[in-house]
Structure formats: structure tokens, C-alpha cells
């Protein structure tokens, strides 16, 4: 078994099965600028490994993950990291929107190779999958949850208007109604009514979910690698997954410009306040 860890993400080879798992349980598997960096070193790896055959993304202690580390947004970011977001000797930006993009560009480079890649990924959603989490799960080729996985869009609670591929696959996932639904009133789901839904495969109970995750990993391993993998591009065509790039840019574009605006900053008070913000 081959492993490789940095300080929040935990990638290791199994079998012919990779998994990736984050590993940031102080603050609800959410994603820094590092932790994301780190993301998306180990999907790119295992997206090119020829060795791997299928891709397995996970949580720990109950949390898939949470987006976007807030804590972070709010503190300011990384002043070394900022300064590649601007040319020459032009001063580096300070709005929340800019602090977006540090996360964001790695985090969208990720689901853009987990879509790319001829090989499957699956998402075993243990807990909360919400934000940035959310559409990182919805992103995979099959999404299996336990009976105490939670989704949420979340983002209109803080005053954001959607990223991480999240308002590209919900209409292609549960239809433009559902996916208004889901926008528009936010409502937490539980795992059966995920399943319900279309966002989800499958539902297996927390205890035994290991096992199952593991079993379907194995089966997709022992499939035709590659004609799987060219069934993959098909259907990727045909779900009109060659504009998820530009959608993806346009999704970074908008919620760094709303970020830097009077919602987003009443949304981040109210979030750390644990009060209901009111966007007036």
C-alpha cells in the first residue's frame, strides 16, 4: 500500500482503488489555500496514475466537507499566496473576493480533472457535504452516502452566489425546478431524500459504510478500465460537460465579485454570530 500525507489531506493506494480523504476535523474538513493546493496535487495524481483504476474522495469524523474555510476568508488569507493574483508591482488585493480565488482556483483545477479524467471517481459522503463539499461531491461519477450524510447548497446563508460546479450540475442532476427549489429555499437533505432527489447512488448504514464504499471500489476496479473510461467522455458529451470550464470561470468570477460586497458581509457576521443574517 502506497501512502502519502500531507498536513490535512491523506492519499493512499489500495488494490488499484486510490483514496483521497480530508483530514482537517477542526474545522469541519473546510479548505485553506493549503489544504486545497494539497487537494489538488492528490487528484491530479491519482487522475494520472496509470496503476489506479478508480478514485475513492472522503471525510473524516463524520464530515465530508464544508467548502471554503471561513475562519480563513474572514482572517485575511494568505498574504504570500495573494500575490500571484496580481501583476507586477500592482498592491495586492484585500477583499474577501480575492481570498475566494486563492481556494477556488485550486478547488475548480480538482473537479475539473475529476471530469476530465478517463478514470471513475466516486464521493463517500459521511456526515455534512455543504458549500464548496456539496459540489465537490456532486462533481464525482457516483456519489454513495451513509444514512447520516447531510447536503445542503448553503451558500445563500452567507449572502454567495455558488461555486465549486455546484449551480452547473444541480439542473443536470435533479432538473431546473428541483435545482431552483434547492437554490432558492436551501433546505438541509438528508441522505434518503438526497436518494429521492437523483443527487446520490446509494444509502448504506453509517456502521457498515466503510465496507460498502470499499465494495463498490472494488467492483468498478475489476471493470473494462478502459472502455469505461470511454463511456465516461460519452456521457460526459452528451451532459454537455466540455462548457463545465467555463462555467467554472464564471462561477469564480461571480462569487469573488459578490464576496466583496454588502450581503457577503452581513452573511460572514451573522454565520460567526450563529444568528440569521438579514440581507436588507
Not at 498536513?7 to 493512499?12: M, N, V
Not at 493549503?34 to 478514485?55: F, I, K, P, S, Y
Not at 485575511?76 to 499566496?81: I, T
Amino acid at each position: 500500500m502506497e501512502q502519502v500525507l500531507t498536513e490535512h489531506i491523506r492519499s493512499r493506494i489500495e488494490n488499484a482503488v486510490g483514496f483521497i480523504t480530508i483530514d482537517r476535523p477542526a474545522r469541519f474538513n473546510s479548505l485553506d489555500v493549503r489544504t486545497a493546493q494539497d487537494l489538488r496535487r492528490a487528484g491530479l495524481a491519482m487522475a494520472r496514475d496509470e496503476t489506479v483504476r478508480v478514485v475513492v474522495l472522503a471525510g473524516t469524523n463524520g464530515v465530508f466537507c464544508s467548502g471554503a474555510d471561513l475562519k480563513y476568508i474572514r482572517s485575511g488569507g494568505d498574504e504570500a499566496d495573494l500575490g500571484y493574483l496580481t501583476p507586477g508591482a500592482r498592491a495586492t488585493p484585500h477583499g474577501y473576493g480575492e481570498r475566494f480565488k486563492q481556494i477556488l482556483e485550486y478547488l475548480h483545477s480538482t473537479i475539473a480533472e475529476i471530469r476530465r479524467s478517463s478514470k471513475p471517481f466516486i464521493a463517500a459522503v459521511d456526515g455534512i457535504a455543504a458549500a464548496g463539499g456539496f459540489g465537490l461531491a456532486m462533481c464525482c461519477d457516483l456519489v454513495v452516502a451513509s444514512d447520516r450524510a447531510v447536503f445542503e447548497w448553503a451558500y445563500s446563508r452567507t449572502g454567495l452566489t455558488g461555486a465549486e460546479s455546484s449551480t452547473f450540475m444541480l439542473p443536470r442532476l435533479v432538473g431546473f425546478r428541483r435545482a431552483m427549489e434547492l437554490v432558492l429555499l436551501n433546505p438541509r437533505l438528508d441522505a434518503s431524500r438526497a436518494l429521492e432527489l437523483g443527487l446520490i447512488n446509494s444509502v448504506y448504514p453509517a456502521a457498515a459504510f466503510d465496507h460498502e464504499v470499499r465494495r463498490i471500489a472494488k467492483t468498478v476496479a475489476e471493470g473494462p478500465t478502459i472502455a469505461l473510461g470511454i463511456a465516461k467522455g460519452l456521457i460526459n458529451q452528451a451532459a454537455g460537460m466540455d462548457r463545465l470550464d467555463v462555467h467554472l470561470d464564471r462561477e469564480l468570477d461571480t462569487l469573488s465579485r459578490i464576496a466583496d460586497g454588502a450581503e457577503f458581509e452581513q452573511g460572514l457576521e451573522s454565520f460567526f454570530a450563529k444568528r440569521t443574517p438579514r440581507f436588507d
